[in-house]
Nanobody, 124 residues
Framework: QVQLVESGGGLVQAGGSLRLSCAAS????????MGWFRQAPGKEREFVAA????????RYADSVKGRFTISRDNAKNTVYLQMNSLKPEDTAVYYC?????????????????WGQGTQVTVSS
């Protein structure tokens, strides 16, 4: 079992930046690939970014490529999502998730553990 707690969300103007953090506890953090997903009101959950358990492989949704960066610090049991050039359409609840496999995956159902989410609101 692993427990995940997100932080760093908030209200920001379009063009601004935020950095989300996801702190993990429980089992060995480096055993898990990690992902970030988001869900906007009235929409389905969608993939944002993922990182392999060593950090050597990353994947991004097309909508965030070049603007968002996922990273991890296994010594601190934390995964980050640096979000730059934010747009109003990035407004959503952002969730981090963990999967017991090295591969960074875009498929939400492959992730067994989820955090409670953090709200990101981008004003125009």
């Amino acid at each position: 079992q692993v427990q995940l707690v997100e932080s760093g969300g908030g209200l920001v103007q379009a063009g601004g930046s935020l950095r989300l953090s996801c702190a993990a506890s429980g089992r060995t953090f480096s055993d898990y690939a990690m992902g970030w997903f988001r869900q906007a009101p009235g929409k389905e959950r969608e993939f944002v970014a993922a990182i392999s358990w060593t950090g050597g492989s990353t994947r991004y949704a097309d909508s965030v490529k070049g603007r968002f960066t996922i990273s991890r610090d296994n010594a601190k049991n934390t995964v980050y999502l640096q979000m730059n050039s934010l747009k109003p359409e990035d407004t959503a609840v952002y969730y981090c998730a963990a999967k017991t496999n090295w591969r960074a995956s875009v498929v939400g159902n492959e992730y067994a553990y989820w955090g409670q989410g953090t709200q990101v609101t981008v004003s125009s």
